[in-house]
């Protein structure tokens, strides 16, 4: 475990058990795996990430994206849809461990909503175990080894920042890392941190310079709402090599490298990209209600003249 918080949990109170920390702070717990094909395997290694984290004093907890199983969308297979769960399905599992370990934890589902009609959704349980909200991944993507088109449906619920007992949480979903119009409504609507469950990664074909300038590009977009909002990122993503069913592709090497970065986009902890790491950061809130003053950037917006951010193209 990376060491990046001070560990004062006391020898005397039991794990699990609530802890007050300084009120202007905040203690996130991140978890980085690889998986596999057992899903009943994949959620007791979630689970003990937890457990393991919130004794350690973490609050929030953020596990990756579709962290229950391998990722399906290498290829377009009906036979996937088996991986897909009504919300209830899970809320027993998640919702007691936040319940037990009394944190707020960030999960991501792949969403039966009915039949056909299908998505990629984060929910957030809060300390009581009890539902906070969810968000449903706004933008899908549709490329070589990535075909999410064909499992989900476009979320329809907003960009609306979740209500927990520790903030509002700006909560995203993996390609939806890519927009800033996306993080900019979250911050807008009060988001007081982004929050990016994530599944991205390499084609091992291609040359080691190209894999760089892809990580760091994913890297420096984020790292990029957290400068032009002034918030904390949260980004979150799975890591170890996954072959292609299909046998159509070379499979996709998932680049972990799981971070948090503060509000001036400076990076406070990164994982490895090649190996299973969690970790704590504590994120100081007083200093990002400071750089919000140092940097006024929602003052000074020209709404009056945005409105071609509406259009598709502009001629």
């Known amino acids: 475990m990376i060491d990046n918080y001070n560990n004062d949990r006391a020898d005397n109170v039991a794990p699990g058990l609530y802890r007050p920390l300084k009120a202007d702070s905040i203690k996130v717990g991140v978890v980085q795996h690889s998986f596999s094909p057992d899903v009943a395997y994949n959620r007791q290694r979630n689970l003990s990430a937890i457990e393991n984290l919130a004794e350690d004093g973490a609050q929030l907890i953020v596990l990756s994206e579709l962290h229950d199983s391998l990722y399906f969308c290498q290829c377009e297979d009906v036979d996937n849809f088996r991986y897909a769960v009504k919300i209830e399905d899970v809320e027993s599992v998640y919702a007691e461990a936040a319940r037990e370990n009394n944190i707020v934890l960030v999960t991501s589902v792949f969403e039966r909503r009915a039949p056909g009609l299908y998505h990629n959704t984060a929910v957030v349980f809060d300390v009581d175990g009890s539902i906070a909200g969810k968000y449903r991944k ?35 979903v993996c390609w939806d890392q890519w927009y800033p119009e996306a993080a900019r409504i979250m911050a807008m609507k009060g988001a007081e941190m982004l929050i ?98 140092w940097w006024p950037f929602l003052r000074d917006r020209r709404i009056d003249f945005y409105n071609g951010l509406t259009s598709r193209f502009l001629d």
């Open 138 to 172: 706004m933008h899908i993507p549709d490329d070589p080894g990535f075909y999410e088109k064909f499992y989900f449906t476009p979320g329809d619920l907003g960009f609306n920042p979740i209500k927990t007992s520790l903030g509002n949480l700006g909560v995203l």
């Open 196 to 293: 990016y469950p994530t599944a991205i990664g390499w084609n091992p074909d291609d040359t080691q310079d190209e894999k760089d300038r892809q990580r760091e590009a994913w890297i420096t977009i984020q790292r990029s709402h957290a400068v032009a909002n002034g918030i904390p990122v949260v980004s979150v993503n799975r890591c170890g090599f996954e072959e292609d069913p299909s046998g159509q592709t070379s499979g996709i090497d998932f680049w972990g490298s799981s971070f948090v970065a503060g509000p001036q986009g400076e990076i406070l902890a990164m994982a490895p990209d090649n190996s299973p790491e969690e970790f704590i950061v504590e994120l100081d809130k007083k200093r990002t209600e400071d750089v919000r003053h």
